[in-house]
């Protein structure tokens, strides 16, 4: 039987593993997928490192920012040809094999057009850090002219710096420092707010307060004086996979009504939309190219937040 190359984690915890396995077949309803790129993305921290999803059958092949063409349709896999370039998104390298490989079998139903304009390495990040931050922030509430605050300016924040600005918002970047200022102004930021130098609630609040702001950075401690920053009705959303506990008083969301939640974007129409606005509107991710075979360091500088901005690994 012809052999693929791939990627797996054989345990929670347990190292990247470069091994060669049998290239899937598909079953009813499915297709195989020749793999042509892969994010790296934090969710991929839960196959690695396990916990949050006991139920991770291991050995597992990790990888939901998966783009590929279409090689081989299992039966009834409707509105499917062989030569499709496609994308696939979560769940991914989490309930079944994902895209470290050079092949991977995905339901039919999952899959999103990738438009022949699109590049196919850019392509791979909007189907999760793309999907998601557009998504929530679409769904915020916020009206053209009302403050969105980005908290952090990152892997997914300077897509959703980029979402914001063109949804006609009062775009404003929140960062430590200010390495990243010019970078998050030329992506769209109208203002940029250095969070070591002052104090971010009070900034925002002389904008009026926030009425959205979007967490990106896996930052805990960060979420208790942002809520402060808030206007009335203002809405903080956590789109970033944070660890530990939150601390958040009732007193705080009281005051203007204020309130918290968490977003996620998982299924295909979302990632279809973000596609398409972010042709239309010229949202660009910026990427780092690793081949499949330096896994580990592309995995290692995205959790270190070294990548400028998203990993994206070929075949």
Known sequence: MTKMKAVQVSKPGGEFELVLRDVPEPADSQVRIRVLACGVCHGDAIV??????????????????????????????????????????????????????????APANQLVHIPEELDTLEAAPLLCAGSTTFDALR???????????????????????QYAHRMGFK???????????????NLGADIYIDTE????????QKLGGAKVILVTAPNNKVVTQLVNGLGPDGKLIIVAGINGPIQVYAGQLMQGRRSVQAWVATTPGARRDAIEFSMLKGVEPIIEIFPL???????????????RFRAVLTM
């Not at 040809?81 to 092949?103: K, L, M, N, T």
């Open 293 to 307: 075979d330096d896994v580990a360091q592309a995995y290692a500088r995205m959790m270190d937040a070294e990548v």
């Open 139 to 161: 769904h915020a509430g916020a009206q053209p002219g009302d403050v969105v605050a980005i908290q952090g300016v990152g892997g997914l924040g300077h897509l959703a710096v």
């Open 171 to 185: 775009t404003v970047a929140l960062s430590r420092g200010t390495a990243k200022e010019n970078v998050a102004r």
């Open 48 to 105: 690695k490192e396990g916990g949050a999803f006991a139920n991770i059958q291991y050995p597992r092949i990790p990888g939901h920012e998966v783009v590929g063409i279409i090689d081989k349709l299992g039966a009834e896999a409707d509105g499917c040809s062989v030569g499709q370039r496609v994308g696939v998104g979560w769940p991914a390298g989490i309930s079944y094999d994902g895209g470290f490989a050079e092949y991977l079998i």
């Open 197 to 204: 130098a002052t104090k971010v609630d009070e900034e925002l």
